[in-house]
């Protein structure tokens, strides 16, 4: 899932400034399940920001609704009312979502409420890590089915480097050793031979370095026009 | 290893720290750390500290990422004040094109060795906020730039039009650290990339360092690598402790550190506060010399261990003590390139 994390109140204020109508809009997917910014954390906003309208004594009306999914048009399509009487729209939603609403509603002013942080998981109750950054070209294949790109702090292809110790990354005593973990999942696999060949430089492209990525499917697109 | 030398004794870069080792010479390295400015003077004066007293000098690149003045920068002043630079090449701040095009500029300015090192993390160096760079990593880079030098290719494949850099390329080596038992299968690794020596982690447990190094000759690469030992000198015994628990891959004996407590020993029974300033200078300097002291001990141990090729002698930010070291551990004078020919 995307992980996301609420933003202070104070920069949430900050960024709504003197706007009279505020909508807060939650997303009902990944922001959900790590409570970010699904329909509790959107009330909860909501309330913190009556209170701080009341104390500041400025008029300010400031609903809510969440939609399921933020960075899809039909589900942002059913928020359209609520939307277009808004001067100012709180997305809860990743950065997707944000983006989604602004190319969606071209006249809306919309502001993020969280911070996207990355493609995790939940680990443990109130936990989350990441494990993908999404480089477009997978090579869980030959690591054991763990990242180094997103879970090694020098996303090295050929680790450990010297900083690895104890289990843990040099970078913090609470981080484990990505290469720690690869090593000691191929050893279990009986394939740690695979460690022995130096891994050639990564082709960068198909991740962010390349430019903004685009899929395009032609066989869907061909059967949507069928359809 | 031996592809396309370019002189009869087999040196593929005709460094002079190669020739030495391919003559058979137990090599002495040291380090120099560039001012955080532009003090061109404190290099000099460095260099006049080292010079005659190892083979060559490994000039730092932003070591543990706090900014200095450029490897290849200092390294200039450095072969001007007649001595051989190894630089110190990371990962952390350069992408493969600012990677080979300095050193395109390293190898015409005359420089003849090279160290790979993937590079500290900019976390607990002076600027956290940047961004770190990581398109390749240290084998990367050894792969790199041995194909520049053997295969006459940039990393793109293009081949090189004009005269190929050409580097006797060096990596790092770090036996202690995690996962232990990988380690000598990592410095085979390099060696598949390509290297043509390392220096270790800095070296005070002997015997653990002896089971890495039978582990190493069992593989054979003390024949394919030049394998020199990273030492250093004690300053304190709170150095002593401080490195033992906070330095990655580093192992320091508990006897040794009490050795350095011992050394204090005449000063210990005061309070910190009733010290004058001349017992604390005496007593820098007790440690100072135990210290010196234990760092020949160490080299004495491990040249005895077979497939050590040299020693790399870090005294950082104390270059005064690697003369003293050298002598004591009866490697100076250090042999001419003449009697390295000779031999
Ligand atoms: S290798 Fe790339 S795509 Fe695969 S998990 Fe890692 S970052 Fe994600
Ligand atoms: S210690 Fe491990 S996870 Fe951290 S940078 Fe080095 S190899 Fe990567």
Redesign the interface.
Known sequence: MITAERKPLEEVKDLIGEARNVLVMGCGTCVTVCFAGGSREAAELVVSLRMATRLAGAPREITETTVQRQCEWEYLDEARADVEQADVIVSLACGIGVQAIAERFPDARVVPGVNTTFLGMPTEHGIWEERCAACGECILGITAGICPIARCAKSLLNGPCGGSEAGHCEVSPDTPCAWQLIHDRLQRLGVLDVLMQPQPPKNWKSSRDGGPRRIVRDDLRLAGEQE | MTANPISEDGSLSGSRLERLLRAGHFAVTAELGPPQSTDAGVIRAKASLLRGACDAVNITDNQTAIVRMSSIGAGTIVLAEGLEPVIQMT??DRN?LAIQADLLGAYALGMRNLLCL????Q?FGNHPTAK?V???????LV??VTAMRDDRVF?CGEAFDGPEPRFFVGA?A?PF???VE?RP??L??KA??GVNFVQT?LIYDVPAFGRYMAKVRELGLHERVFILAGVGPLKSPGMARYMAKNV??LLVPDELIDRMTEAGAAWAGKPAEELTPQDKKARAAAWKAEGIRICVELIGRIREIEGVAGVHIMAIEWEEAVRPIAEGAGLLPRPTLEEAAAS
């Open positions: 990962c952390r493969r993937t590079g500290d993390h976390q770190n990581f398109d390749i990593d240290s084998v990367q792969q790199m990393q790092a770090a650290g995690g996962p990988y299968y990592r085979a690794k598949a990339a982690q990655p891959g």
